[in-house]
């Protein structure tokens, strides 16, 4: 494998391949063959995953209770050109080790802001241009980009539901350049994440103004963005609080009752990140149903939040039965509407080690594709799909179908309901469905 960049950063690390799930070589895929058709489909065409900027490449290990653990050598220079190139040499070295095909980016990810937006905008056009020839050289694409409006002080009151009218201008300048950069890297999608579009208290705030300004803002930056030749979906990615005490794209229910609301269904989808999920009292396979009975399954933030801890840990993938579950509804939904599977994951305060992020990734990409496969063989060699079209089967005929097809009405359903009596329980077979689940596994 050629190396993509000046100098090696993740040194005695080759390609990670598939070596079969019998394999003892921690640095090698067991179940991720990216080749293998499930379902008419390569792993690779399924899962499209991608590699997380911010976490991997920029994340160094901070928490509220002490500063980073991990000492990237891209971190040292002083020069912000010169660091932003390193990065992006690290970069592109390890998302080609792993065989994946994709990155995403918030801007400031790419190289550090400057003082002034329009210095700003002249680092990213620089780094966008720099990026652009190792997309070229390794054939690594990018998934989606996206801005950072949440983690300056100047957007400590929202972005695009700030009260100050010059605090959204400035997003909108910043947003305008991320579409840019994205753009310009042939980006496939945009994605919003409302991180501090809500309120901290309500008695400070007028939440239908606010919300009548993110609906035009989405609509202003939609249309740029349509303007300048993209023509790649836009993702919105729910949360429902942190940093806020509430966030107005709360779940996939909220935004999707959102996105009617201002007329922005049909450029808009959902990008879901299972820690979000569970951060709103809901999983993921939930969040995913939601999203794909409304066709607005988009891609996927793929982590996990740990259940002693209420706040978003972001940890990497590992519960098969979890994951078994989403790839469930990710089949029969027919996948994702444009997006992937997204590493939105960060390893550990204490992993220091550069080869700990291989191994997070590799398991990460494991779990994803086990569940792949064994969601297939539950579609195609169990009862289950049997099972629940017999639940449902007396919308199939006669008045159950007459029902779905509109034509009955309150009082049908009255006389229909004297007519029936009073009527035996039907057992939902819960505990049938999690043994299927645990069969396959």
Same mark, same amino acid.
């Given at each position: ?69 991990? &000492? !990237? ?19 592109? =070295? ?17 190289? /550090? ?102 609906? #035009? !803002?989405?609509?202003?930056? /939609? ?10 979906? !836009? ?67 793929? &982590? /996990? ?15 098969? &039965?979890?994951?078994? =579950? ?21 390893? #550990?305060? &204490? ?39 017999? /639940? ?50």
């Amino acid at each position: 494998m050629a190396l993509i960049g000046n100098k090696e950063y993740y040194k005695g690390i080759g390609e990670i391949k598939y070596e079969g799930k019998d394999s003892d070589n921690p640095l090698a895929f067991k179940y991720y063959d990216s080749e293998r058709v499930v379902a008419g489909k390569t792993m690779r065409e399924h899962l499209k995953f991608a590699v997380a900027y911010w976490h991997t490449f920029c994340g160094v290990g901070a928490d509220p209770f002490g500063p980073g653990t991990q &000492n !990237f050598p891209w971190d040292q220079p002083t020069d912000a050109m010169d660091a932003a190139k390193e990065k992006a040499d690290a970069a592109f =070295e390890f998302i080609t080790k792993m065989g994946f095909d994709y990155f995403c980016f918030h801007d400031f990810d790419l190289i /550090r802001e400057g003082t002034t937006l329009g210095e700003s905008e002249k680092r990213l056009s620089a780094i966008v241009d720099f990026i652009a020839e190792k997309k070229a050289a390794s054939g690594v694409k990018l998934l989606w980009g996206t801005a950072n409006c949440f983690s300056n002080p100047r957007y400590m009151n929202g972005a695009a539901t700030n009260p100050d009218f010059n605090v959204l201008a400035r997003a909108g300048g910043q947003i305008k350049l991320a579409m840019d950069a994205t753009i310009a890297l042939e980006g496939e999608n945009y994605v919003f994440w409302g991180g501090r579009e809500g309120y901290m208290s309500l008695l400070n705030t007028d939440m239908k103004r606010e919300l009548d300004h993110m609906g #035009r !803002f989405l609509g202003l930056a /939609r249309d740029y963005a349509r303007s300048q030749g993209f023509k790649g979906t !836009f993702f919105i990615e729910p949360k429902p609080m942190e940093p806020m005490k509430h966030q107005y794209d709360f779940d996939a229910a909220t935004v999707i009752g959102f996105l009617h609301q201002y007329g922005l269904q049909d450029d808009f989808k959902l990008n879901l990140e299972v820690n979000h999920a569970t951060l709103a009292s809901h999983t993921m396979q939930h969040e995913m149903a939601v999203a794909a009975a409304h066709g607005m399954l988009g891609s996927v933030d793929a &982590n /996990r939040g740990d259940y002693q801890n209420g706040w978003d840990t972001d940890q990497f993938p590992n519960n098969i &039965n979890e994951v078994t =579950e989403a790839m469930l509804i990710f089949l029969k939904a027919g996948g994702l509407r444009g997006g992937g599977i997204n590493f939105d994951a960060k390893i #550990r305060r &204490n992993s220091t080690d550069m080869d700990d992020v291989f191994h997070a990734h590799i398991g990460g990409a494991d779990i994803f594709a086990r569940a792949l496969l064994i969601a297939d063989r539950i579609i195609t060699s169990s009862a289950y799909d049997e099972l629940i079209a017999k /639940r449902y089967s007396s919308f199939d005929s006669g008045k159950g179908k007459d029902f779905e097809q509109g034509k009955l009405s309150l009082s049908a359903l009255y006389d229909i309901a004297l007519e029936n009596g009073e009527l035996s329980l039907q057992s939902g077979k819960q505990e049938l469905f999690e043994n299927i689940i645990n069969q396959y596994i």
